[in-house]
């Protein structure tokens, strides 16, 4: 997959999970994934690189996710960032499903909440 930092594929698919922090969540994985940054050019990884430095040591709450918003917007417009859903898709279950296990990628297991209709 990457070499020598340099990517040797055509297209990637990826997941991404953010915890209730978003605007840090973002920020960490604009800045640190690594598929996202070998993904991206030298110049394109140091101006998401500057911009999020710029967005961290200038703006506020309200802003900031303005910012990174801003950034997200870019990488998709250029076709660096193909989301497959929607950016406000979220699942909660915490109140409705109890006793339920989570699989390893924080989804509730399939078999322990998916209703069948009894057959007549």
């Known amino acids: 997959m990457v070499e ?4 040797k594929d055509d297209l990637l698919l990826t997941s991404l999970n953010f915890d209730d922090n978003r605007p840090s969540s973002i920020f960490s994985w604009m800045s640190s994934d690594p598929l996202l940054l070998a993904s991206l050019t ?16 200038h703006k506020n709450y309200p802003e900031y996710l303005k910012g990174l918003e801003s950034i997200s917007t870019s990488l998709i417009s250029s ?17 409705i499903f109890k006793g339920v296990s989570i699989n390893a990628w924080g989804w509730p297991s399939l078999q322990d909440i998916w ?3 009894p057959k007549n």
């Open 79 to 95: 076709f660096k960032l193909l989301p497959l859903f929607h950016h406000t898709q979220t699942i909660q279950f915490e109140e």
């Open 42 to 57: 030298e110049q394109e990884r140091l101006w998401i690189l500057e911009e999020l430095d710029n967005l961290r040591a």
């Open 4 to 7: 020598s930092g340099e990517l």
């Open 115 to 117: 209703y069948f209709e």
